[in-house]
């Protein structure tokens, strides 16, 4: 079965930069697209990113849009996303997802295969 692990999540301040990894274990991510998802307390877990199995497909919810950015490296099996100009309300726990079906359509949790146990970022002055 296909593990994933997030890790690089950490307390930062507003406007800082964070990356966070999705690493595989267990099988290969090359032909699963890949979501991260965040969950705030209180809140509902909200999608924020997808990439596409090949990496030639990319979607961002509006409120990352431009801020973060979702990338690959089926070499390494691992996923990342880049998260520029952090804000408070981008606290979160942050999962990453993968997807046989390689839909990439930001939100659709209810269709990822294999979640990690997420990474928590905070962001706070």
């Known amino acids: 079965q296909l593990q994933l692990v997030e890790s690089g999540g950490g307390l930062v301040q507003p406007g800082g930069s964070l990356r966070l990894s999705c690493a595989a274990s267990?099988?290969?991510?090359?032909?699963?697209?890949i979501g991260w998802f965040r969950q705030a307390p209180g809140k509902e877990r909200e999608g924020v990113s997808c990439?596409?199995?090949?990496?030639?497909?990319?979607n961002y919810a509006d409120s990352v849009k431009g801020r973060f950015t979702i990338s690959r490296d089926n070499a390494k099996n691992t996923a990342y996303l880049q998260m520029n100009s952090l804000t408070p309300e981008d606290t979160a726990v942050y999962y990453c997802a993968a997807e046989q079906l390689d839909l990439c359509v930001i939100g659709y949790y209810h269709v990822m295969d294999y979640w990690g146990e997420g990474t928590p970022v905070t962001v706070s002055s």
């Open positions: 267990g099988g290969t991510l090359d032909h699963y697209a």
């Open positions: 990439i596409s199995s090949s990496g030639d497909s990319t």
